[in-house]
Each structure stands twice: as C-alpha cells, then as structure tokens.
C-alpha cells in the first residue's frame, strides 16, 4: 500500500496549464501526487470525457444533451486523448524530478460513466443492461492499458480512483429519464456492487473508489474490493454537532475490516479565515475516539484530501490544500505533536 502519513489530491485543478498544474501536485503531495485534471480546457477535459476517451472500441461525442454514443471516433474523442496525452507527458517530466514511488490516476467509475452517457436514441447508457456490461468492460481494458502507460512512465506504483458521484442517485432511482417525465429505474445495491468489483478486479492495481455525495454507500463500496473508500468527510452527515450515527458506523465498519478511508476534510474552494492544521487534525482524532480506534493507527486508516476537485478554487487555494492535505497526513503520523486546543489544558 501506499505509505502511511500522506496526503493526495482528489484529482481536478483549476487552470488550462497541465506543466504547472504538475509542478503544483508534485510539489505538494510528493509522496501520493494524482495526476492533474484541468476541466477548464473544455470539450474532453471534463471528467465524463476524459473517461470517455479511455474506452475501448466505443466512441462518443458531444451533442447539445451532453456526451452520446456515436458510430466512429471523431474531433471529440480525438480530442479527449490529446489532452490527457498532454497531461500525462507534463506529469511524467515533474514525476521523474522528485522520483514518487506511488502516484493516483483518476477515472469516471462505470455507473457514473452509465448514468452520464447517452445511447444513441437519447436514453442513458444506464438504462439498457447490455449495454452497461459493455461499457464496463471497455472502460477495464482502457482504464488498464492507462495505468500500466502510467507506470512505466513515471516508475511508480499506480492508485487508482474511480469517481462514483451518481452512484447513488442510480441505487435510488431518481435520474430523469430523457423525456424528464419519468425516472430511470433503481439499480440494486448487490448489483452495483457487483458491476464495481468486476471493473476493480480487471485493473491489476489497487482502487480508492470515491463518493463526494452527501450520502455515500459506504458499506456497498467497501464491498466491492476496494483498497480504500474516499468520502467528502465536511459533508454535515460525518462532522460536527451533525453527524449521523449510522454514517458514521459505516466508516469504523469500514475500518474494522482494514479499508482505509481517502477523507476529503479540505473545503475545494478558499474559505475564511484558512483552517489551521491543529484544527484539522483535532477533527481526524476526535472521529477515531468517537470510533474506537487509537489516534496512532489513523495514519494507515485516513488519507487526507480535499473535500472534491479543485477546479473551482483559486490557484493560491488549490496549491495551500494541497499542501495541508500532506500537512494533515504528517499530523496523523504523528499526533502527540499536535497542540492541544485552547483550554484542554
């Protein structure tokens, strides 16, 4: 597994410029950098057509709806290559400069990818169960053939992160069907767990899979094989004065079974005043108290992130949260060297 007391990057930063966007990840997280995604680009940077551009023998383009099914490549998906081509040739170069063992790649997960894609009579890939095997599959073989591209390019070990923010909306059966009249029907929580574990299974590498959610399925994930599950842990359901026991049984479950939680505890846009980083580790140590778990086993259980992309934020945030991603995993590393609050005494 990747080292204990470290911090990542959920994955998206803001700008258009993949050599500074690079130099920005693996300057602040040199231990776990994830390869930048740069949705400000345009057609093929966002996060369905990057994932898109993976697939195997299924093209898509860009219609007024959104992405769709299309019977040949075309500008879009050529495009969608180019761009990670170019992401990954500037993350290679800033990669060899600090020598990373591990690094994380980021991809659409296959119910997102189902639940965002339009066959080519308008419905969601979703909706048709044939199709979403295929769609499976062909995201395996690319997504595979993408890690190993990333591994023998930069020498390092490859995390990989599939995003899964729809996820579950497609368990509850509440995305609109095309004519926005109807829902698309719910998927079952063993089959969505099942689809999952058969993409993972397929990768050869280990997968953080990640639900920014307000609800995310945290026990279906950690089912699927998972090396870790990531949460948006600022979400009201994980902190504070409202936290959900349930929610929060879900991730010492999670623990329990040895699955490192990715904690996304960072805000993905600059607030005020900025957190201090005794603040932020007090909250990671006061969940593993509430959870039963010794503060010094929260370096192996948390990886600390932001709470999602960084594509809304300024520049000056995306490289501070960052920076206190890793600040918080040294602090989990290391907790009797984190002040205590103010009169604790």
Do not use: N
Not at 163 to 173: F, H, K, R
Not at 271 to 280: K, M, R, V
Not at 293 to 321: D, H, I, M, Q
Request: include cysteine.
């Amino acid at each position: 597994m990747w080292p204990e007391g470290v911090g990542t990057g959920v994955g998206s930063m803001p700008g258009t410029d993949p050599t500074e966007a690079s130099a920005v990840v693996t300057g602040e997280t040199p231990d776990l950098p994830a390869l930048p995604e740069l949705p400000a680009r345009g057609v093929g940077a966002d996060m369905i057509g990057r994932t898109a551009g993976l697939l195997v023998d299924i093209a898509t383009e860009v219609v007024p709806t959104g992405w769709r099914v299309t019977a040949r490549p075309g500008r879009d998906k050529r495009r969608a290559a180019d761009l990670l081509a170019f992401d990954v040739d500037a993350f290679d170069e800033a990669c060899d400069r600090i020598g990373s063992a591990w690094v994380k790649v980021q991809a659409v997960g296959p119910w997102t990818l189902a639940a965002s894609i339009e066959l080519a009579s308008g419905h969601r890939v979703l909706t048709d169960h044939g199709a979403v095997a295929e769609f499976a599959a062909s995201l395996t073989e690319g997504l595979r053939a993408h890690v190993e591209e990333i591994a023998a390019r930069t020498g390092a070990r490859v995390l990989v992160q599939l995003d899964e923010p729809s996820l579950p909306a497609v368990i509850a059966g509440i995305l609109p069907t095309a004519s926005g009249y109807g829902t698309v029907r719910s998927v079952r929580g063993p089959d969505a767990a099942d689809r999952l574990r058969e993409v993972i299974a397929g990768l050869g590498a280990p997968v953080v899979v990640h639900c920014c959610a307000d609800r995310p399925p945290i026990r279906l994930l950690a089912s699927t094989g998972a090396a870790a599950v990531g949460i948006d842990a600022t979400r009201p359901a994980f902190s504070g004065g409202t936290a959900i026991p349930a929610a929060l049984d879900a991730i010492g479950e999670t623990w329990d079974a040895g699955i490192p939680m990715m904690l996304g505890m960072l805000p993905s846009t600059a607030p005020a005043p900025e957190p201090e980083i005794g603040d932020l580790a007090r909250t990671g140590f006061e969940l593993a108290d509430r959870l039963g778990f010794g503060r010094e086993r929260l370096a192996r259980l948390a990886l600390p992130a932001p709470a999602c992309g960084l594509a809304g934020a300024t520049p000056e945030w995306a490289r501070r949260a960052l920076g206190l991603s890793s600040e918080l995993g040294t602090a989990f590393a290391d907790p009797d060297e984190v002040p205590p609050e103010a009169g604790d005494g």
